[in-house]
C-alpha cells in the first residue's frame, strides 16, 4: 500500500520531472558548448575531405619550401580523436539539438510508457472501472466548471438526416479554408516584409530559405482560390434552395459582407509578392474602382494613397490584408454561426 | 447545427454523429491542403520580374476571379462596366426583401434554372477574359 502511493506520486510527477531533466540537459550542454568553443576543442565536420600529409610533403619538398626537409612546420598538427564522440554519434553534426531532443522524446515517450503500465496495474488490481483519460479530464475539467451544462444543449442538438446531404457542407469547408489560410497567412507573415525594397526578396526567402515555405505559400495560395469556389457554391446552393428567404434575411445580407470580404482578400493579397504582375494587375483593379462616377476619383485616391501605386499602396493593402478584413469576416462569420445555429437550417421543399 | 423544424424528421444527435462527419470531411480538406503544400514543394509558384513603375508590359492579367469583370469592361465603357457589378451586388445583398413570396417547388425550378445560365455565362466571361 505504502509502494503503491509512492509510485502513484512519482509517476505522477515524472512529466514535472522531465520538463526539469530537459532544463538541466538544455543548461548543461549549452553550457558544455561554450566552454568547448572558447577552448577551441571545436572540430570539423568528420565527412569532409581529409588533408592528404603525404601529397603536402610531397609538395614542399619538390617546391624545396624548406630546404631542411622538415616539413612539420607547415602543416597543420595531427588531429586528436574527436572528443565530442563520447555524448555525440561518429559523423553527426557536433551542435546541441540533435542529443537534447532525442533525450527529450525518448524520455518522454519512455515516461508516459511507464505511466501507462503502472495506470493499468494499478487499475486492475483495484477493480476500479476504467475511465478513458479523455472522459477523466472532462470529469476534472466539469467539476470545476460545470462546462457540461452550457455544452450540453449546444452538442445535443438534434439534426435532422436530410441536413447531412453534401451540399450543406460548402459553408463549413469555406470556414475549414478559411482557417487554414489564416494559419498559413500568419505563418507566412513571420517572414514577408511589407515594403518596396524588401517584399520581393522576403518572399524568395520563404520559397527558397524557409523549410516547408514553398510548400506553406502554395496552400495559401491555392486555398484562396479553393476559398472563393466554395463561397460561392455555397451561396449558389443557398440561393437555389430558397433559403435566403424570411426569416433568414439577414443571414443572407451578412453573407453577402462574407463574400465581398473574401474578394478583398484576394485583391489586397494579390499586390504583395510586388512583382510586375501583382503592381499592374493592381493597378488596372484600382483604376476600374475609380471608374465610379462622381466618387471614383476619392476611391482611387483613397486605395492607392496617391494617384499611383507605389510602397504607400503596399502597406495600405497589406494593412487592409492582416488587420482590417481578417477582423472583419471574422465578425461577420460570428454573426453568420450564431444566425445560423438560432434558426436552423432552412427545410428543404 | 440545426434545430428539427418537423419534430417527425429523422434526426442524428450533434455530438458526437454529425460532428464526426464533418470532423472527416475537415480531415480530408486538411489533407488536400498538404498534398496541395507538397506539390508547392516540388513546383514552387515563383514570382515574375520585380516591379518597375516604369515598363508596363502587354499583358495584365488579373486574378482569375476578376477575369470575368475585366472582360466586360472591354464590352461596355468604363461606367457602365464599373456600375453593372456594383448595382448586381446590391440587389443581390436585398434579394430577400425583393423576393418575399413563400418558396414553391416552381421558383425553386426558375431560381435554378437562372442560376445556371448565370454560371454559364460567368464561366464563359471568365475563360474569354483568360485568353484575350
Redesign the interface.
Known sequence: MFMSKFLRKLYRYGFLFMILIGLILVITSSVHAQKMRAEGKTLPFTDQPQLNRDLVEQVVVDLDIDSSGDVSSTLPPTPVQDQCLHCHIKGEFTNLWIPLSRWMILGTIGIAFAFGIFRNAWVWKNRKPWETFTVRISKWIDARYQVSDILSP???????????RWWY?LG??TA??FV?LGITGIMLAFYYKPT?DQA?SS??FI?NQVR?G??????H???A?GM?VMCVAHM?RV????A???P??LN??SG?VLL?ST?GF??TG?LL?????????S???TE??G???QI?ELILVFMRVGW???EATLSRFYAVHVLVLPIMIIVFMGLHFIM??R???A?P? | MTETDDKQDKTIPFFPDHFMTEFWVAVVIILIAVAVGVGGMIYPIGLGDPADELNTPDHIKAEWYFLALYQLLKLVPKTAGVLIPIIGIIIVAVWPFIDKKPDSKQQKRIRLIGTVLFMIILIAMTIWGGMS
Open positions: 449546444i452538442l445535443k442538438k438534434p439534426v435532422p438526416t436530410w441536413a447531412t457542407c463549413g469547408i475549414t479554408l487554414l518596396a520581393y518572399i524568395q520559397e516547408f514553398a510548400a506553406i505559400r502554395a496552400i495560395h491555392w486555398t482560390n472563393v449558389l440561393f437555389i434552395m430558397g435566403f428567404k424570411s433568414r434575411e443572407w445580407v453577402v465581398i474578394f484576394g485583391l494579390y509578392p510586388w512583382d510586375q504582375r501583382a503592381y499592374w494587375a493597378t488596372v483593379a476600374i474602382a471608374g465610379v462616377p471614383g499611383n501605386v507605389t445560423v445555429r434558426q436552423g437550417l427545410r421543399l
